[in-house]
Structure formats: structure tokens, C-alpha cells
């Protein structure tokens, strides 16, 4: 009974943390994208200009990346599943910014940034496994 408590706990912690790495490579790349290039993001963090939004394309898909492999490593276990879940989270709130805070941006932009989602799950999940094979 106390080793599933325990993985439950792991493994809502483990959200909470892949959630937090990813919130926060986000704002730090706004922020990077604003001292870059100043004036070229919009007040709702979208890029304003290509040269920014294939700079936030691929700070975006590296924030999946590290997403995915934060989970796997602080889950206990079926990290596959925890990392598939955080993906399917990850689209639904990727498709509903495409419809409100991103309904201004190119329709490509919209487009890598949900196709290259699956991925960032795989190669995440990949990276996080073999970390985690040399640590445990």
C-alpha cells in the first residue's frame, strides 16, 4: 500500500516538476528573445518577426525536450506512459494557444509547433531513459 502512495505521489510530483522546467524555459526565452531582439515580442510573449519566431520554434521544442526528460527521470516507473500523458497535455494546451494567444501568428508557425511535439516527446523520453539507466 505504501509503495503505491508513493508512486502516485512521484509521479504527480513528476508533472509538477517537467510543468515548472517547461514554464520556465519559456519565460526565460521571452525574456532572451527580448534583450536579443528588443521590441519583437508581443505583450502575450508571441514573436513578432520570423528570425524570432524560428528562435522561439526551437527554444520551445528544447523546453518539450526537457519537459519529458524531467519526467522521466523523477518518475518511478511506466515512464513511457508518464511521458506520453505529459505530451497529450502538452497538445491540448498547444492547440488551445493556437486558437487564443497565438491566433495572430502564421499558420506554419502554428503547425511545427504542434508537429514537432511527438518529437519532442520521443527523443525526451529517450534522452531520459538512458540518464536514468546510468543513475539507477
Not at 88 to 103: E, K, N
Not at 120 to 128: D, E, L, S, W
Request: net charge positive.
Amino acid at each position: 500500500m505504501n509503495d503505491l502512495i508513493i508512486s502516485i505521489v512521484r509521479g504527480v510530483l513528476a508533472f509538477v516538476l517537467a510543468w515548472a522546467s517547461v514554464t520556465i524555459i519559456n519565460l526565460t526565452s521571452s525574456i532572451v528573445l527580448n534583450l536579443v531582439f528588443p521590441g519583437v515580442v508581443s505583450v502575450s510573449g508571441a514573436p513578432l518577426t520570423n528570425v524570432e519566431r524560428w528562435t522561439d520554434l526551437g527554444l520551445l521544442s528544447l523546453a518539450g525536450t526537457i519537459g519529458v526528460i524531467v519526467i522521466v527521470l523523477a518518475a518511478r516507473r511506466a515512464v513511457w506512459s508518464h511521458a506520453v500523458i505529459f505530451g497529450a497535455s502538452a497538445a491540448v494546451i498547444d492547440i488551445i494557444a493556437c486558437f487564443t494567444i497565438l491566433s495572430d501568428q502564421p499558420w506554419w508557425y502554428k503547425l511545427i509547433m504542434l508537429t514537432t511535439l511527438p518529437l519532442q516527446i520521443f527523443f525526451g523520453a529517450i534522452i531520459g531513459t538512458r540518464i536514468r539507466g546510468r543513475r539507477w
